[in-house]
């Protein structure tokens, strides 16, 4: 892998804690998500009477389907907020 871009030479080195950032970033999606994943399977237990038993595993599979783009998002917010674009360099 390159050092730099050779368009913009943006540096690739990633930060130490980019990670770690990704994961601050990464909580209040999963929260807006699982919060309102909560509430429709309250609704679809209280207005059409499923089981709960059928619904907590959908739930989970649902949540667990998420997680690589939800990660995917969290970096790509993180660089977003990080990383100055110029543009094309044009002057």
Known sequence: ???????????????PNFYSAALWIKYPIILIIVVHLILLVIALNTMYG?????????FMIICLG??????????????????????DNKK
């Open 1 to 15: 892998m390159n050092i730099n871009c050779s368009h913009c030479n943006q540096d690739f080195k990633i930060e």
């Open 50 to 58: 499923l089981s709960l038993k059928i619904l907590i595993p959908i």
């Open 66 to 87: 998420m997680q690589v783009p939800i990660i995917r998002i969290s970096k790509a917010v993180l660089i977003n907020l990080s990383l100055n674009f110029i543009g």
